[in-house]
């Protein structure tokens, strides 16, 4: 299971919300490419990257951040937050994005999904946010009427290289991550999951590898990892499989 450490664009700036309220961000480093440098140092295989003002605008905001976190690092990133078209993901996937993530799409367009994933295979990723049991879209403004699987099933057949599920409620607040229905997710599609959304230390992490039995992909940790909740050389022991002491 992979562990992707978070960063979040706002105002060009590494941040976290809460459930993802944009006037609840908590500044971490205003210096994002600096911040990705630290998660390479810290051995971590991949980063996951959201461009927020993006999210809520429908188009790319924080490129520049973007730009800058490409050239300091050389692990793989991928990327959501605003990318509605084949221009905008073309864009990225010739900047050096190894996978674009496609979340309000999912919902609003999903034949551009379709194309997405023909024309890209193996580098778009679904994002599926869901509030009570319902798929958010548009920076989780808007909750629409589907649920997690209903969306996730209308892509089984396109070759999506993953899923990425966040709990909405859990997001940010350090709950712990809604294993059960994570799980459950990963186990009636064929599509990789990534849980997302409320990871507050080992415990969470030990949680999801017991419960999936090799059903996720891997898990997405943002504030516990920069308040120290998480430590990175733990978990990344922890899920490669060694123990306490590796």
């Not at 909405?168 to 294993?179: E, F, M, P, S």
């Amino acid at each position: 299971m992979i562990l992707y450490p978070a960063i979040d664009l706002k105002d060009g700036a590494c941040v976290r919300l809460v459930r993802g309220a944009m006037d609840q961000a908590t500044l971490f480093n205003p210096d994002p490419a600096d911040q990705a440098r630290s998660f390479e140092a810290a051995g971590f295989s991949w980063l996951h990257l959201v461009d927020l003002n993006g999210a809520f605008e429908g188009r790319p905001v924080n490129g520049d951040a973007i730009s800058r976190i490409l050239a300091a690092i050389s692990i793989p990133i991928q990327l959501g937050g605003g990318i509605r078209d084949i221009e905008t993901v073309r864009f990225w996937i010739a900047q050096g994005i190894s996978r674009v993530i496609l979340g309000t799409a999912a919902v609003r367009d999903p034949a551009f999904v379709r194309e997405a994933c023909r024309v890209f295979p193996g580098q778009i990723a679904l994002g599926v946010d869901a509030r009570d049991g319902f798929v958010a879209v548009e920076g989780w403004a808007d909750t629409t009427t589907l649920s997690a699987l209903e969306v996730a099933k209308r892509f089984e057949d396109c070759g999506a290289a993953a899923l990425i599920f966040t709990d909405i409620a859990r997001d940010g607040v350090l709950g712990g991550v809604n294993v059960p229905a994570t799980v459950a997710l990963a186990k009636a599609i064929s599509i990789p999951v990534i849980a997302s959304g409320g990871v507050a230390g080992l415990g969470d992490l030990e949680a999801l590898t017991a419960e999936a039995g090799g059903a996720l992909n891997g898990v997405i940790a943002g504030r516990a990892l920069y308040d120290g909740r998480l430590d990175a050389r733990a978990a990344l022991a922890l899920l490669r499989g060694e123990g306490p002491d590796a």
